[in-house]
């Protein structure tokens, strides 16, 4: 059998060659065409630049595009745009960009669950609709419009704040926070004493008794401004520009300072010892006082009464306020009476006449 022969086939040394030299020239021509012909996109698809200060991480050739949470396209190319900037080659979906302009903003976020980095395109303001070959710059006055939201951005803010805030320092100051709490413990414990003894001895609703305190507070604006006019009146009043007069009135001061609060103090001093004993008896005499009228608000009303009863009694007379008094008398009961009353009265005698 000769050489060039396959066992079971008909091809002979002619039949070889012109196999191999169709082969070969099929294999120029397709590796020709290939290299020769335009790259063409295709019909539906343009290619967007964006200029942006910095990639998120993940962020990469093959990167889904999506907007609105649908994939539009992806990340072509990452290359150095200048110092400080990077350009981002986008292919994208025509006819899936719905009117985006080139006053997008862009978001790096995660794509899915694991973490994976996506790049999210929103419509932001105004601009020229994106055709193939536009370029969005987000650098400078437009860095706003870039935003990292990626797995990795959320945990170094979170390593951040546990350096700068979890701090030895913070521990520090929170025990001198506790520490400085416990000096005003006794203050607390006191406010809940006095509430909770209100809470048990308490006689009268509450919504009567913080009538009252606010009618008694009602007179607090009025105090503060006679204070302050009198604090004025050392700066506009006349009698106090003179320098005679001014030094009267800052030697008032020192006066009832040193002379007159010491004396004060002396004197209830000397008191306590022999009155601070009345002091339970004068409660328990005002407790009485209060139990002995059960309706205030009735008895206010029959005292109103009364005083209303006696001022209507008495009118004003040529030598001052006179009652007015009405006395009915039975003069058959007390015939001797008749005659002396009618001299007075100067009224007619009933009984004259009669034996």
């Known amino acids: ?75 072509t190319t990452i290359e150095f745009a200048r110092a400080g900037q990077r350009r981002i080659e986008l292919s994208l979906q025509r006819s899936q960009l719905f009117g985006l302009t080139t006053g997008l903003a862009v978001d790096y976020v995660p794509g899915n669950l694991f973490g994976i980095s996506a790049l999210e395109l929103h419509p932001e303001g105004a601009g020229a609709a994106l055709e193939d070959g536009s370029t969005v710059d987000l650098t400078g006055g437009n860095a706003d419009r870039l935003r990292d939201a990626t797995l990795a951005a959320l945990l170094n803010s979170t390593g951040d704040l546990t350096q700068q805030v979890l701090t030895p320092q913070l521990t520090e100051l929170l025990h001198k926070f506790s520490r400085d709490l416990g000096a005003f413990t006794p203050l607390l414990q006191a406010i809940g004493t006095t509430a909770r003894s209100y809470v048990e001895t308490a006689q009268r609703p509450s919504a009567e008794l913080f009538d009252r305190y606010g009618a008694a507070l009602a007179g607090v604006p009025p105090m503060v401004t006679g204070g302050l006019t009198v604090l004025h009146a050392s700066y506009a009043n006349g009698y106090l520009s003179e320098e005679e ?35 339970p008896v004068l409660t328990m005499v005002l407790d009485r006082i209060s139990a002995a009228v059960p309706d205030p608000q009735g008895a206010g009303a029959q005292s109103s009464e009364l005083l209303d ?47």
């Open 309 to 355: 009863r006696l001022a209507r009694g008495f009118r004003p007379g040529p030598d001052g306020p006179v009652l007015d008094v009405r006395i009915d008398l039975d003069l058959d009961l007390v015939p001797g009476l008749a005659a002396p009353l009618a001299a007075v009265t100067g009224l007619p005698n009933p009984n004259e006449g009669q034996p």
């Open 245 to 279: 007069h001014i030094a009267k009135f800052a030697y008032m001061w020192p006066s009832v300072q040193n002379e007159l609060l010491p004396a004060v103090t002396a004197l209830f001093g000397t008191a306590r010892p022999y009155f601070g004993g009345l002091l």
């Open 1 to 75: 059998m000769p050489e060039y022969t396959l066992p079971g086939t008909e091809v002979g040394p002619r039949r070889a060659r012109i196999l191999g030299i169709c082969a070969v020239a099929i294999a120029l021509v397709a590796g020709a065409a290939w290299r020769v012909a335009p790259e063409s996109a295709p019909a539906d698809g343009i290619d967007v630049a964006l200029v942006v200060g910095y990639v998120g991480e993940g962020i990469g050739p093959g990167t889904d595009v999506r907007l609105d949470g649908v994939r539009v396209g992806s990340v």
